[in-house]
C-alpha cells in the first residue's frame, strides 16, 4: 500500500524493461494515449511501485526467449479492488470500467496483442496473519482456489466478484484485481486451466498457492 495511489487502482510506467535477454520497450503511443484518461481509469504514472514488483519480468524473460521476434509492452500494475466488494459501482468500480474499456478499444480483437495476467492465488498461514497453521487449511483453500478458477475459465467477472465479495477476499487472492479487469475488458472470452500447484513453506507454517489458465481468440 502506498498513499500516493490512493484513488488509483492501477500504475503505469513508460521506462523500458532489462532482462538478462535484452531489452523489451514499452508502446509509448498506447501510454500516451492511456495517459489523456489516466484520472477516468484511475491510472498513475508515477512508477514508484515498479521497482519492487516482480510480476512483469518473470514473464517478460519467458516471452523473450519464446518469441524471436522484437515486440513492445503496455505494462500495468494493478492495485486492491477492495471498495468493489462493498460499493461495485462507487469510484474503484468506475475506474475499473474506464480502464477495461480503454483496453478493450485498443487491443481486444488485435490478433497481435497477448494479454498477460498474473498474481498468486491464495496466502496462509502464520506469515499472512492466520491463526491456523497454513497445513490446516489446505482442504479449504483448494476449493476456493479451484472455484476461482472455474470462474476465470468460464470468463465470469460477475461470478468471480460475487465469489470474492462472499467473505472479503478470505484467502487474500492478488491475482484478482488484475483478473477481473482482464475479464471486463475482453467480454466473451473462455479459457481453460492448465495448471495448479500449491507452495508449502513449512518452516514457517504458510503457504502460496498459484495455478494458469489459457485463454484463446475472442468469439465473433
Known amino acids: 500500500y502506498y498513499p500516493l495511489y490512493d484513488g488509483k ?10 532482462t538478462p535477454l535484452g531489452t523489451v520497450a514499452t508502446d509509448r503511443e498506447t501510454l500516451r494515449l492511456l495517459e489523456e484518461q489516466a484520472d477516468a481509469a484511475g491510472c498513475s504514472f508515477a512508477d514508484r511501485a515498479h521497482r519492487n514488483e516482480h510480476s512483469i519480468e518473470l514473464h517478460l524473460i519467458f516471452l523473450q526467449y519464446l518469441w524471436s521476434h522484437p515486440f513492445t509492452l503496455v505494462p500495468l500494475l494493478v492495485g486492491s479492488l477492495e471498495e468493489m466488494f462493498y460499493v461495485e459501482d462507487g469510484d474503484t468500480g468506475r475506474k475499473v470500467d474506464a480502464m477495461a474499456s480503454f483496453l478493450r478499444h485498443h487491443f481486444a480483437n488485435d490478433p497481435d496483442t497477448l494479454f ?8 496462509v498461514g502464520h506469515k499472512f496473519g492466520d491463526q491456523a497453521p497454513a497445513s490446516e ?3 479449504d483453500i483448494r476449493t476456493f482456489d479451484r472455484e476461482f478458477l472455474n470462474h476465470a475459465a468460464a470468463g465470469s467477472s460477475r461470478e468471480l466478484l460475487q465469489m470474492m465479495k462472499r467473505d472479503y477476499d478470505p ?49 465473433k
Open 9 to 18: 487502482p492501477f500504475i503505469a510506467t513508460r521506462k523500458d524493461f532489462e
Open 116 to 123: 498477460v495476467i498474473s498474481g498468486d492465488l491464495s496466502h
Open 137 to 139: 487449511m489446505f482442504g
Open 171 to 219: 484467502y487474500r487472492i492478488c491475482g484478482f484485481p488484475p483478473l477481473y479487469t482482464a475479464l471486463q475488458a475482453l467480454y466473451g472470452i473462455k479459457g481453460k486451466m492448465t495448471s495448479y500447484e500449491l507452495w508449502d513453506e513449512r518452516e514457517r507454517e504458510s503457504a502460496v498457492t498459484f495455478g494458469s489458465v489459457l485463454f484463446q481468440e475472442l468469439p
